[in-house]
């Protein structure tokens, strides 16, 4: 028995390294440990303001979905008008030639909207534009516009419930603007007084 503990190198013997660790070792770069004593800075809340900017025009990465599919919309718009006209019997000619008036005109308030940083305006355009192509049975092209017409509207709703709950806090809270505690009310009520107490006659 003590032969054999020896030859398998002990009970404390270390398991060899595996492959998959070492190449985890030599590719994945391993975390930084954070020193002894240090403490993890608190994320930062935006302020008041910064909510408000954000409210009021769009970030560079919303800006440049719009400037991307503005163009695709039109050209999109023109090559599904022009299957479906060439396909349309007389009688459906003019139904086709306003459905690709409304789809070229859609794209050009998507460029609008994003030179001009208006999130929701953008997001609105975007879903119209997506539901539009998809039920004329284009899913390829309608169901990327509808996803990113979705995902601005989302994002301008969380912005302005962030503002909401800067400004007014949580509700029973207690928390106003700046954390000053509840409003007070405006209207006025006047002071109660009581009536004098008679004076008792003099003997």
Not at 43 to 52: A, G, I, N, Q
Not at 134 to 155: C, E, K, M, S, T
């Amino acid at each position: 028995m003590a032969g054999r503990r020896g030859s398998d190198g002990g009970l404390g013997a270390e398991r060899p390294e595996s492959l998959a660790d070492r190449l985890r070792r030599r590719f994945l770069k391993p975390a930084p440990e954070p020193e002894s004593g240090a403490t993890r800075s608190p994320v930062r809340s935006p302020t008041e303001d910064e909510l408000e900017a954000r409210i009021r025009s769009m970030d560079d990465q919303e800006r440049l979905l719009g400037v991307v599919a503005a163009p695709m919309a039109g050209l999109i718009g023109v090559l599904v008008g022009g299957q479906e006209i060439s396909h349309a019997t007389h009688s459906q000619l003019s139904t086709y030639y306003s459905l690709l008036g409304v789809l070229v005109a859609l794209s050009v308030v998507m460029l609008i909207t994003a030179l001009t940083r208006k999130r929701m305006y953008l997001g609105i355009s975007l879903a119209l534009y997506g539901l539009a192509v998809f039920n004329l049975h284009y899913w390829g092209f309608g169901i990327p516009f509808i996803l990113g017409g979705a995902w601005l509207l989302v994002r301008s709703y969380r912005i302005q419930r962030e503002y909401r709950e800067a400004t007014d806090g949580p509700l029973g809270s207690g928390r106003g603007r700046g954390g000053a505690g509840p409003r007070p009310s405006k209207r006025y009520t006047p002071p109660t007084t009581r009536p004098p107490r008679p004076t008792r006659p003099e003997e």
